[in-house]
């Protein structure tokens, strides 16, 4: 075993995962998928995405290079973000991205400002806040409201005739990313009704939309990885295909991040010391939240197995961290088989906001990764 904690990738399962969105969208050639790179930058995982043909969704400057350097062609970048700077914007420009999908006229104007500097065109897309509630955790929760995400529906007639009369900018579309972690259809289906009517509203006024993104929020299988560790991607593009009203000609893109990437990915640690308190015995492994935070942060549920003893009798532990916070909890009570120090354990669908998320809190060193074919 190498030095844990670290992250394991299974790329033949990232393969079949890819295979499988290919083959849901293969019928519809006006759908384009393109990867939501915040859920794994790492350089082997973009590599195997940039093989398979998607393009890539970024949310910074750093991501939009990283995804040039895996060999994403700039006419598949979609960037988004609230917080754009100008030197972010302007390495986009010089790149000449797809598009940007821009969530404000504050930003939209430094955008005209800084393309006509460079005596460029930057294609747009508005992102619309539908108001659709994801039913998801409240962290990851974009498309309400009150949400800091996107232009509200009252404010999109302005902004849209703002970008129209822009000499620097060419409007596309309009874009949308309800949340994330969203395991039924409905969400997306309310989705759908909303973008329907918006585009119906401008085709009315004779402005027709070349592209709609849908953004991403397809959900994984937490509780059982292994019984399901491909999401049901057919399911979710039917929904769209079926509901979602387009004209001939018009595109619709995605912006898939956890559905891709989480099943392929696992954080393995090792076990430091059992420990019998009076109510609880503790699992204290050697990974802590700097590693993996979606616990600690989100309260997300990760499957957990003992990978040194497979088949032993089970017994109740708390699995959790050496920081110095109690929070720094992988799970209560939960099922392994007897666990002794020294053995391995595998947090399970790790492979999404895992790795990218981990931070040196405590001054520990960041997680290394390791690929299995
Ligand atoms: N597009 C936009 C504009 C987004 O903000 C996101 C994710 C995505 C696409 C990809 O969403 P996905 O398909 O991965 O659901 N760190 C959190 C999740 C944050 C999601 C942020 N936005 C977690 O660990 O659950």
Known sequence: MEQTPYYKYDLSLLDRTLQAVKEAVADSSNFHV???????????????ICKAGLGVDCVSGAEVEASLQAGFKADSIAFAGVGKTDREIN?????????????????LQVIQ??????????RIAFRVNPNVDAHTNAKITTGL??????????????????????????????????????????PFS???????????????????????????????????PTGNPIPDFKAYFDVFRRELKTVPGQQVHFELGRSI????????????????????????????????????????????????????AKRKYDVVGPICESSDVFDKDILLT????????????????????????????????????
């Open 34 to 48: 393109h990867y939501a790179v915040k859920a794994n930058s790492n350089p082997v995982i973009l590599d195997r």
């Open 91 to 107: 390495l986009a420009l010089d790149a000449d991205i797809f598009c940007f999908n821009v969530e404000s006229v504050e930003e």
């Open 113 to 122: 400002s800084l393309a006509a500097k460079k005596n460029k065109t930057a």
């Open 145 to 186: 409201a009150e949400n800091k995400f996107g232009i509200n529906m009252e404010l999109l007639d302005g902004a849209i005739d703002m970008a129209l009369g822009m000499s620097n900018i060419e409007l596309l579309g309009i874009h949308f990313h309800i949340g994330s972690q969203i395991t039924q259809m409905e």
């Open 190 to 224: 309310q989705l759908c009704a909303k973008a329907s009517a918006i585009n119906a509203k401008y085709l009315e006024c004779g402005i027709r939309f070349s592209i709609l993104d849908m953004g991403g929020g397809l959900g994984i299988d937490y509780t059982d």
């Open 261 to 312: 990437v989480a099943q392929c990915g696992s954080l393995i640690t090792q076990v430091t010391y059992v420990k019998k308190g009076t109510v609880k015995e503790f699992a204290i492994v050697d990974a802590g939240f700097n590693d993996l935070i979606r616990p600690a942060f989100y309260g997300a549920h990760h499957a957990i197995r003992n990978i040194s003893n497979t088949d032993g």
């Open 338 to 373: 007897e666990t002794h120090r020294g053995d391995y354990l595998e947090i399970l669908s790790a492979g999404a906001y895992g790795e990218v998320m981990a931070s040196q809190y405590n001054m520990r060193s960041l997680p290394k990764s390791y690929f299995e074919e």
